[in-house]
Structure formats: structure tokens, C-alpha cells
């Protein structure tokens, strides 16, 4: 798999798994929200804390990085 496509899939996931944990967190602790405002506040707390993967290319290697809120700097994986 090309880093380019890792690097999308592991955004996703990271995405993805925050959301429908936010989502059914904040669905269970309040419970008079409507869904739509639910889904909403999740997807911005998920897009804000989910971590952000890249390719960078480095002369003719390509590396996929990480950063994330929770760790300073970048990270190669």
C-alpha cells in the first residue's frame, strides 16, 4: 500500500473510532440533545482530537508522519 493511501486510511480510522466513541459518550451522559447537534459535537471534538497522519518526501523516500495534540513535535511511523 502507498504511504499516500496508508496516510488516508490511518486519518479515517482515527477519525472514525473517536467519533463513534464521543458520539455514544455524549449520547448516554446527555440525553435531551438532538441527534444532529449530538453528531455535530462529536465530529468536532473527533476532528480536533483524532491525530493527523501525512506523507512527507524526503529526496526520493517518502515518509508517512503523525502528529497529534496529545505528543509534541512529529512522529515518524
Known sequence: MK???RAGVYNFLGFA???LILRFA???FFDGIGRFYLALASAI???VLA???AVVKE???EKLMMKWIF???FREI
Request: aromatic share 14%; proline share 10%.
Open 45 to 47: 471534538a473527533a476532528s
Open 26 to 28: 455524549l449520547g448516554y
Open 59 to 61: 529526496g526520493a523516500r
Open 71 to 73: 505528543i509534541k513535535g
Open 51 to 53: 491525530p493527523k497522519f
Open 3 to 5: 504511504p499516500k493511501t
Open 17 to 19: 473510532i473517536l467519533f
